[in-house]
Each structure stands twice: as C-alpha cells, then as structure tokens.
Antibody, heavy 115, light 110 residues
Framework: QVHLVQSGSELKKPGASVKVSCKASGYTFNSYALNWVRQAPGQGLEWMGWSDTKTGNPTYAQGFTGRFVFSLDTSVNTAYLQITNLKAEDTAFYFC?????????WGQGTLVTVS | QSALTQPASVSGSPGQSIAISCSGTSSDVGAYNYVSWHQQHPGKGPKLIIFDVSDRPSGISNRFSGSKSGNTASLTISGLQPEDEADYYCSSYTSGSTYVFGTGTKVTVL
C-alpha cells in the first residue's frame, strides 16, 4: 500500500526558511516522479514542479524558481521542498504527489504559515 | 503556463447528472491524453478520480466518467449523491514537460 507521509505544520517569520519532507513507502521510490503542489488558503491547486527520482533533476513551474528548491534523499525514500526568504504570500498547504498518473497518490499536506 | 479554465460552480439535485468542463489549449489538453480529475472535500487532501482522460483508479465509482474533445475535457458525475459535494480540479500534462491544474469547480448537491 502506497503512502506519502509529510512533515508537520510550520510557523515561520518572514525572511526565514522552511524545509518540508515527504517520505514514500509501499513502492519503489524511483518508479515515479515526485510532484509538489501548493494550495493557498481558500484557493485552488497550483503545480509547483517535480523531481525526477531516477536522476534527482528538478523541474520548476513558472513562479516557483529562485526561492524554491526540490531535493531527494533516495537512501530514505524522501523528497524535500525548501523555501527560502519566506514571504506572507507563501502561507499555504504544500502537498507532495506521485504515481504513474500525476496525483495518483497524495501526501496529507503540510501547512506553512508565515507570520 | 495559464491555469485550465473550469466553471466556478456547478449544482444538481440528488440522482441527476452534471458535467464539469476543463478548457485548455493545443499545448496541454489538446496535445496529450494525460488529463486527470481530482476531488477535494473541505479540509481534506485531493484524491484522483479520473486519469488518462477517462480511466478510473481502483475503487472509484463508475458514476464518475471523463472524456475529451479537442482542447476541452469533461468530467461527468451521474446519479449525483450528497457525498459528491466537493471541489473538483482537472490537470493536464503540457508540451513544456510540466503539468497545469484547472481553476477548480465547486459542486453543490441541492
């Protein structure tokens, strides 16, 4: 059974950094890409980009370059999203998603609050 | 990459059928058969209900069906039930090797 388990909620001050983790289990980690999705309060889903779990190569969507970094630790089947120089508008739920179809499996989401 | 266009809201009575459209371009919806639909109940994470335009994951009711014509995909919910009240998002692979979500549709069961 596939599980994507994310780290807990974070409260950060503007200008700080945060690192969200997403630990995968129940499948071979490098079988599927690992996507990141943002959902601001009361808003829709935004695709942030993905990590190629075979090569580690990240791809970032427009609007998510510069302060957003995707990384992997394949030894523990875990993906990371780091956001630097946090701004109030980064307050959102951040989801990881994977599977043969994008979004076949979702993490439970991590709320990052910047205040 | 602009978000795919969905109606903000759709409503129907129990037992009725409703359809949600997802309008894209020849660079995303029209280019690939990689359109998915995700259901999200309030306070919950998204859940995949349709992938590759019209396929259902295991365990998803056959009341949910998907289709595509040109640059527009559609999700149909037949035999509408109270538990179908949720937000629905389409997504598509794009020619830039990226994905894009739709603007989202709130389904209300009257």
């Amino acid at each position: 059974q596939v599980h994507l388990v994310q780290s807990g909620s974070e409260l950060k001050k503007p200008g700080a950094s945060v690192k969200v983790s997403c630990k995968a289990s129940g499948y071979t980690f490098n079988s599927y890409a690992l996507n990141w999705v943002r959902q601001a309060p009361g808003q829709g889903l935004e695709w942030m980009g993905w990590s190629d779990t075979k090569t580690g190569n990240p791809t970032y969507a427009q609007g998510f370059t510069g302060r957003f970094v995707f990384s992997l630790d394949t030894s523990v089947n875990t993906a990371y999203l780091q956001i630097t120089n946090l701004k109030a508008e980064d307050t959102a739920f951040y989801f990881c998603a994977s599977g043969s179809a994008m979004g076949a499996y979702w993490g439970q989401g991590t709320l990052v609050t910047v205040s | 990459q602009s978000a795919l266009t969905q109606p903000a809201s759709v409503s129907g009575s129990p037992g009725q059928s409703i359809a949600i459209s997802c309008s894209g371009t020849s660079s995303d919806v029209g280019a690939y058969n990689y359109v998915s639909w995700h259901q999200q109940h309030p306070g919950k994470g998204p859940k995949l209900i349709i992938f590759d335009v019209s396929d259902r994951p295991s365990g998803i009711s056959n009341r949910f069906s998907g289709s595509k014509s040109g640059n527009t995909a559609s999700l149909t919910i037949s035999g509408l039930q109270p538990e179908d009240e949720a937000d629905y998002y389409c997504s598509s692979y794009t020619s830039g090797s990226t994905y894009v979500f739709g603007t989202g549709t709130k389904v209300t069961v009257l």
